[in-house]
């Protein structure tokens, strides 16, 4: 089959190539793979720079959705010809992939491949980080930055069926609107004025309840400077390429709580497991966000798609940072 692999670390050294298909595992679901979703996370696996690191050689890619070809003896939720959308440790740009039957997800019909690929990793951590970790209540102001990626506009939707006010900031003029599009209250250009008086000036100088951050540096930093006490602010990454030194003289005096989510943990990819009734509630979040989806209140917006062979390509349109939503590989044109 065809698979992208990294002989070494770095883009330049990662190729289209024929592998040998994965062994069956007992508790495994192979799945022919319709979809694959293309992150700045696998642009850092690739330059050996994410926190999860991978000797070469190996295939980059955690979010595909495709259609069951065989199970394990142990797998029993699925069956060959289902359709489902699966998260995995790495190896998802592939025409093939084994997943543990533990994430592995039912795809309801109205749902295209394409879409069901933001589920994985993007639209689970902003529920997890929003509904689980930061309890995100009805009525809330939610601040969203980044927000025409993936990760943002996933926040925007969670946030807003929640029941949260949602103010989003973005750089330009196209990604203001797709904020709004994605159901954005209010968005904020963050080059053409400060979000921070933005933010506390709309909120009658409170600030926000919960903010979502896929930036860090800066951003991050001025966002201490205008969240509401008892506030909760959740880094989600690092876009913006500095790691911010949190100063704990303002978490004290504004009841301030810094929440990191990991979603990855409740897959079971940390160095500690999670409890054994995480996989009941990660497959009931599953249902509950692919139910959604499934009735129009979550719509995955697609920038892109490309065959398994142009890949360097779409991993360049995110290194561009002009991607609006999730760049998309299709493994079944890779030939």
């Known amino acids: 089959m065809k698979a992208v692999v990294c002989r070494q670390l770095g883009l ?15 508790d495994g679901v192979r799945i022919r793979v319709h979809a694959a979703g293309v992150s700045f996370a696998n642009l850092l696996v690739l330059e050996g720079k994410h926190q999860n690191r991978w000797e070469p050689p190996f295939t980059p890619g955690t979010e595909v959705a495709g259609v069951v070809v065989e199970c394990g003896d142990q797998a029993t939720l699925f069956k060959a010809g289902d ?24 795809l309801p019909d109205p749902v295209s491949f394409d879409a069901a690929v933001q589920f994985p990793t993007i639209y689970a951590t902003a529920y997890g980080a929003l509904k689980w970790r930061a309890n995100l209540a009805q009525g809330e102001t939610l601040l969203v930055h980044g927000a025409a990626g993936g990760s943002g506009l996933a926040a925007i939707e969670i946030g807003k069926i929640l029941g949260a006010r949602v103010i989003a900031t973005a750089g330009d003029a196209t990604k203001l609107e797709a904020a709004r599009r ?12 400060n979000f921070r008086d933005v933010v506390l000036r709309e909120t009658g100088g409170r600030g926000a309840d919960v903010i ?9 930093n001025e966002s201490l400077r205008c ?52 996989k009941d509630r990660v497959r009931n979040a599953f249902t509950e966000m692919l139910g959604w989806a499934a009735a129009g209140k979550l719509n995955p917006e697609t920038y892109a798609t490309f ?28 030939s």
């Open 182 to 193: 994605h159901g954005a209250d209010l968005a904020i250009n963050y080059r053409a004025e």
């Open 227 to 278: 969240i509401a006490p008892d506030g909760r602010i959740i880094p989600v990454g690092f876009a913006g390429g500095t790691i911010p030194q949190i100063p704990a003289n303002l978490v004290l005096v504004k009841n301030v709580s810094v929440i990191g989510i990991y979603w990855g943990y409740y897959m079971g990819w940390g160095k500690q497991l999670p409890p054994p009734d995480m």
């Open 83 to 106: 359709r489902v959308v699966a998260a995995v440790r790495i190896g998802g740009f592939a025409e093939e992939i084994v997943a543990p039957e533990s994430t592995v997800f039912a």
């Open 12 to 26: 330049h050294n990662t190729a289209l190539a024929d592998v040998d298909p994965q062994p069956l595992r007992s």
């Open 212 to 220: 979502f951050d896929p930036v860090g540096g800066e951003t991050f």
């Open 307 to 334: 065959p398994l062979a142009a890949f360097r390509d779409a991993l360049n349109a995110i290194s561009e940072r002009k991607v609006i939503g999730r760049v998309v590989l299709h493994p079944s044109t890779a």
